[in-house]
């Protein structure tokens, strides 16, 4: 009986930027897409997360679980008072205070410097932003190859596709 009501629950509050696959790509056009959506490279070696919140987890550990497939960011159910940054292009290598568009987004995602390929890559490892602060612990820190991380810093400067 507790199980069917903790089911329910699930299933009534756990919307999310990852619930609806609905706004998936059917098939990705590049690994760094792949590595966003699935946390999977494409040789199918899965991206190793370190840390992250327990909704990350439970969603399939990608950044969409997260971050949405929009990579719009915003804040997240059921851990509605978590906002996550949005990770567009002009969020992260261009005006991101202007460009975050989410409520939340722009105070989650701080007053610093944009981003290059070598800071957002510490960032991904490491949970430090452009400016040497740490990133909030439940932002995990990703384990992965030189050149999946090269695929994904491409793939998040990308225009979002709305079309999808």
């Not at 009986?1 to 696959?21: E, I, K, Q």
């Not at 991206?47 to 550990?61: E, N, R, V, W």
């Not at 490892?125 to 820190?141: H, K, Q």
Request: net charge negative.
């Amino acid at each position: 009986m507790v199980l069917l009501v903790v089911l329910a629950g699930v299933r009534l509050f756990g919307s999310g930027p990852l619930t609806d696959r609905g706004a998936w790509p059917s098939e990705f056009r590049s690994n760094g897409e792949r590595i966003y959506f699935t946390a999977t490279s494409a040789s199918g070696q899965p991206i190793a997360p370190q840390g992250g919140s327990m909704h990350m987890m439970m969603s399939g550990g990608g950044c969409v679980a997260c971050h949405g497939a929009d990579r719009g960011g915003g804040r997240l159910m059921p851990r509605f008072w978590q906002s996550a940054p949005p990770l567009t292009a002009a969020a992260l290598f261009g005006e991101h205070d202007e460009a975050a568009g989410t409520e939340g987004a722009t105070e989650s995602h701080g007053d610093h410097d944009d981003y290059t390929d070598d800071t957002l890559r510490r960032a991904i490892t490491d949970g430090i932003d452009p400016g040497g602060e740490r990133l909030d612990p439940v932002m995990p820190r990703w384990s992965m190859t030189d050149a999946d991380m090269t695929d994904l810093i491409a793939y998040l400067k990308t225009p979002v596709d709305s079309a999808k």
